[in-house]
Every structure is written in structure tokens, then in C-alpha cells.
């Protein structure tokens, strides 16, 4: 026997906080605080770097074991936003 796990996504496109260690030129983030919650990110599947005009932006795809969320860090403002969530 066997269980299939469905996953909606929906976009969500929302400022959040997020707590995130940089070291040796990278940057991790470690838990983002959303819906009234903190999330603690357990693991980093992707991660990409995209351009619109000017402004560049690191994505992050990661899960706390029951979640998936890509969360978008603007490397000129320095915000973070939530784009995508699938619970």
C-alpha cells in the first residue's frame, strides 16, 4: 500500500521576515515568518538568480518537511517576499 501526497500551489507574492546566515558568499535562509507562524526551514532544494532591469533577485525553494515555498530575496531593496506556497 502506498499514499500519494497532492501539492496545490498557489502564489502568494507577500513580504515576509526571515531569519538567513551568510557565510563565505553565500546566503542561507534558516526560518521566515508567515501566516502568523514561524517556519523553519529544514532543507534548500533549489536555489536561482534572476534579473528584471536592474534589480537582481535570489530565489530559494525549501521546505520545513511538510511545506514547499520559494521565498525571493531583493538584492536592492533587501526585502523578502513569499512567492509560491504548496502545503
Known amino acids: 500500500m ?6 496545490m500551489t498557489i ?4 513580504q515576509v521576515r526571515v531569519g538567513a546566515v551568510f557565510s563565505r558568499g ?22 536561482w538568480k534572476t534579473q528584471e532591469g536592474y534589480t537582481s533577485f535570489l530565489h530559494f525553494s525549501v521546505t520545513d518537511g511538510l511545506g514547499l515555498y520559494e ?3 531583493n538584492m536592492i531593496t533587501l526585502n523578502w517576499e513569499i512567492r509560491h506556497a504548496a502545503d
Open 2 to 7: 502506498f499514499t500519494i501526497m497532492f501539492f
Open 11 to 14: 502564489e502568494v507574492n507577500e
Open 26 to 47: 553565500q546566503l542561507r535562509p534558516v526560518w521566515f515568518d508567515w501566516n502568523g507562524r514561524q517556519v523553519r526551514i529544514r532543507e534548500t532544494a533549489f536555489s
Open 71 to 73: 521565498l525571493c530575496y
